[in-house]
């Protein structure tokens, strides 16, 4: 997805390596405490970047907190990795992280459009019942299928299938 990937682990190097080359992770940190991890994210903050954490355990849950967006693996998990992230998976699959990231991107999109479009159908609305074009009980019924249609528009995210899920 051309991300930049880190792998900032509290395990030994040579587990760490090998997980990072199976993961195609250059950038690894082994034997890491939670606030070497909370360290390093906030470097990469300082220059401007925007974090997304990945992690499951207890030790994850301070470094979850202070990135931008904290995703903690939820069935195994600990319970406060999942209090202190902003997303919890239901599964352990991270190969599925591209389907979310991508979703992200296509939710904030609608919500973009949907706000563009409410906006723009709701300035229309006043100009015209300004001019006495739009009495109110249109303009009720104008205001009512702009929501409706803003409705139908975010629906279409349940069917969104990512073209870069990794299979």
């Known amino acids: 997805m051309g991300l930049a990937s880190s792998l900032f682990t509290g395990d030994n190097p040579q587990a760490a390596n090998h997980i990072a080359g199976i993961a195609g992770i250059n950038d690894v940190r082994a034997s890491c405490l939670p606030e070497d991890k909370m360290m390093f994210i906030g470097k990469y903050q300082e220059k401007g970047e925007r974090i ?13 907190k202070v990135a931008n967006v904290g995703i903690a693996m939820g069935s195994v998990g600990s ?5 202190a992230a902003d997303i919890a998976l239901a599964g352990d699959d991270i190969r599925q992280i591209p389907h979310l990231l991508g979703l992200s991107h296509k939710t904030m999109k609608t919500i973009r459009q949907n ?3 409410s906006m723009g159908l709701n300035f229309v609305a006043i100009a015209l019942a300004m001019t006495g074009i739009l009495n109110p009980v249109a303009g009720a019924l104008v205001h009512n299928a702009g929501s409706v249609l803003v409705i139908i528009n975010s629906s279409l995210l349940l069917n969104w299938k990512s073209s870069s899920l990794i299979s």
Not at 79 to 83: C, L, P, S
């Open 52 to 64: 997304c954490m990945l992690g499951d355990g207890v030790n994850d849950a301070p470094a979850l």
């Open 79 to 83: 319970d406060i990795a999942i209090e």
């Open 115 to 117: 706000l563009t479009f």
